[in-house]
């Protein structure tokens, strides 16, 4: 069955750079869109990035434009997402989601999420 | 792109329907047909209910259907359950320069 599984997450200092990753199976990973979603403690749903089936195309959302890079492993099945400058307002559970079709905003399988606290 | 807008509660008796709405504009629901909707339980991730407005995923309930008018996309949950009760977020695709998706500001559902 799908599976996706987030790490990488932590706790890390202001200014400093983290990289999450989204291992995922049981699915033909290159022929889907990918997006990350972060959900800060007791806040909502917020969309920070997606990335075409074949890495070719990223998007951002105005507020983490610069900061945040999407990238994927199509040969490993592996989905990352480089977050640099953390701010204490980046922290929040980071989670992985396929885009069940391209373009239709309908994620269809999610990973279980990875927590990110930037803490001094 | 701003939040979408939907009511933080929404609340209602076992058996009642109950029905939450989603406030965009003409640049995201009022757009197209790519509105979607997400369940999510306490320290779970949220999960697929409804996609392309009024669309059910295999395995989803007929109690929960979706749709929409102008600028606004509803979720009407009929015959409601105890364990409907969660938080619920829709989301949208954008139409604006490098952005692509807008999640709802999301509605806690309580089952009285």
């Known amino acids: 069955q799908v599976q996706l599984l987030e790490s990488g997450g932590g706790v890390v200092q202001p200014g400093t750079s983290l990289k999450v990753s989204c291992g995922t199976s049981g699915f033909p990973f290159s022929a889907y869109g990918m997006v990350w979603v972060r959900q800060a403690p007791g806040k909502g749903l917020e969309w920070v990035g997606l990335i075409s089936f074949d890495g070719a195309t990223t998007y951002y959302p105005d507020a983490v434009k610069g900061r945040f890079t999407i990238s994927r492993d199509n040969s490993k099945s592996i989905l990352s997402l480089q977050v640099s400058s953390l701010r204490a307002d980046d922290t929040a559970v980071y989670y992985c989601?396929?885009?069940?079709?391209?373009?239709?905003?309908?994620?269809?399988?999610w990973g279980q999420g990875t927590l990110v606290a930037v803490s001094s | 792109h701003s939040a979408l807008t939907q009511p933080a509660t929404v609340s209602g008796s076992p058996g009642q329907s109950i029905t939450i709405s989603c406030s965009g504009t003409s640049g995201d629901v009022g757009s197209d047909h790519l509105v979607s909707w997400y369940q999510q339980h306490p320290g779970r991730a949220p999960k697929l209910m409804i996609y392309?407005?009024?669309r059910r995923p295999s395995g989803v309930s007929s109690r929960f259907s979706g749709s929409k008018s102008g600028n606004t996309a509803s979720l009407t949950i009929s015959g409601l359950q105890a364990e409907d009760e969660a938080d619920y977020y829709c989301?949208?695709?954008?139409?604006?320069?490098?952005?692509?998706?807008?999640f709802g500001t999301g509605t806690t559902v309580t089952v009285l």
């Open positions: 989601a396929r885009e069940k079709i391209a373009g239709a905003g309908t994620f269809d399988h």
């Open positions: 392309e407005v009024n």
């Open positions: 989301c949208s695709y954008a139409h604006s320069g490098t952005s692509r998706y807008v």
